[in-house]
């Protein structure tokens, strides 16, 4: 009987922090105006199965509109981008959309400022890890994205998300706005209406839509600068996790295809040795047998 009481109090312990916890995430966490909540929604609530997937960062979801895509590749295709999505951030999409559909081909971004980013264990800004995380299913695979994504200093905020806002908690004036604006019709049913004003919108299944023009001041302000790629920063971890890809795409027989997404050449311009960078990858590429 001892033994009993013993664990209705541990289950009773854990429903209870898990109720606080969904209450202090609702009133605490401001994901309104997210792109990736909208994402994986549709990632795990999509009508028919992915057949070809893209990963990568800000530069895929804004760059492959899948109503565009699917009539290209008469198949269903769905943009699985994030901004600044990681290497093992890109890893944990293809992981997470593997463990719901049957992807038959996928397409990895490569983009040299995320191939030369800090290792894992340096990060001290992890909102491209969360950006993922907070919105991925509570699994094996989730706990493992956050345990490898950054040092232990960072285990609680990736577990416990209202934990990064704990000094509004007593700021009623935010808990109330949040509260109204995660009442709205578009938060509760996982839409996206564009205001007059927005020049950057969510479409649909990963696709986020810019409408800004490039100006000529910025285009000749970017132009005047010169910037170095330092190939010696291009950390073990993001080795890692691309092998670990190519790896687990050979393993399910999924078609893997390395691709840099569309960038202005006035920017390409500034990097002055993306020839080296490119040769980099294409060396990658040609003794993993991939396309590039």
Not at 13 to 21: D, M, P, Q, R, T
Not at 56 to 75: A, C, M, W
Not at 160 to 178: A, G, H, M
Request: with cysteine; aromatic share 12%; hydrophobic share 35%.
């Amino acid at each position: 009987m001892k033994k009993i009481k013993t664990i209705c109090s541990i289950l009773c312990a854990a429903v209870l922090f898990i109720g606080v916890g969904k209450i202090l995430h609702y009133i605490l966490v401001d994901d309104t105006s997210s792109y990736t909540r909208l994402t994986m929604h549709e990632l795990y609530h999509a009508d028919s199965n992915i057949d070809v997937l893209f990963v990568g960062s800000s530069h895929v979801y804004q760059s492959l509109n899948p109503e565009i895509t699917d009539k290209i590749f008469q198949r269903n295709t769905f943009n699985a981008g994030s901004s600044s999505q990681g290497m093992d951030g890109s890893l944990a999409m293809i992981k997470e959309t593997l463990a719901y559909h049957d992807v038959k081909e996928i397409y990895l971004e490569i983009f040299f400022k995320i191939a030369t980013a800090e290792s894992n264990k340096e990060r001290t800004q992890l909102t491209q890890t969360y950006i993922i995380s907070d919105y991925m299913k509570p699994s094996v695979r989730k706990l493992q994205y956050l345990l490898q994504a950054s040092s232990k200093d960072y285990y609680i905020t990736g577990l416990i998300p209202f934990r990064r806002n704990w000094e509004k908690c007593f700021d009623l004036n935010f808990i109330y706005s949040l509260i109204k604006k995660k009442q709205a019709d578009d938060y509760i049913n996982y839409r996206w209406t564009k205001n007059k004003d927005d020049k950057t919108y969510y479409v649909t299944k990963g696709f986020v839509a810019n409408d800004a023009v490039i100006t000529e001041e910025e285009i000749n302000t970017t132009k005047n600068k010169t910037e170095i790629i330092e190939m010696a920063s291009i950390s073990d971890d993001w080795k890692n996790a691309l092998q670990d890809i190519i790896t687990l795409c050979k393993k399910e027989k999924i078609k893997l295809t390395l691709f840099t997404a569309p960038m202005p050449e006035f920017y390409l311009a500034t990097q002055k040795n993306y020839s080296t960078f490119s040769e980099f990858i294409n060396d990658i590429a040609n003794r993993s047998e991939l396309p590039y």
